[in-house]
Nanobody, 119 residues
Framework: QVQLVESGGGLVQAGGSLRLSCAAS????????RGWFRQAPGKEREFVSA????????YYANSVKGRFTIVRGNANNTVYLRMNNLKPEDTAVYYC????????????WGQGTQVTVSS
């Protein structure tokens, strides 16, 4: 069983930066795709970014492109989301997730970490 634990959320002013971490345990996820999603109050969960742990290809939602960067950690079981130039509309609970290379859905989810951006 895979466990994902997020950390790094907090309160930041608009224009500031945060780095979220997602540590995985229970299985090596070297061939998985790791993603970040977020859910703001009253809204549906939305895709933010993803990275292929084997090939390193990255994907971003248009709303965060150019501001957020997803990277793999040296241990290869950790993924980071660097968030720059944060905006109040980035306020949400951020979740990390993982899916197998051929799997259509994300099977594993973390508990979420709150990011609040004040104007």
């Amino acid at each position: 069983q895979v466990q994902l634990v997020e950390s790094g959320g907090g309160l930041v002013q608009a224009g500031g930066s945060l780095r979220l971490s997602c540590a995985a345990s229970g299985r090596t996820l070297s061939t998985y795709t790791r993603g970040w999603f977020r859910q703001a109050p009253g809204k549906e969960r939305e895709f933010v970014s993803a990275i292929s742990m084997s090939g390193g290809a990255t994907y971003y939602a248009n709303s965060v492109k150019g501001r957020f960067t997803i990277v793999r950690g040296n241990a290869n079981n950790t993924v980071y989301l660097r968030m720059n130039n944060l905006k109040p509309e980035d306020t949400a609970v951020y979740y990390c997730a993982a899916r197998g290379r051929a799997a259509p859905l994300y099977a594993y989810w973390g508990q979420g970490t709150q990011v609040t951006v004040s104007s």
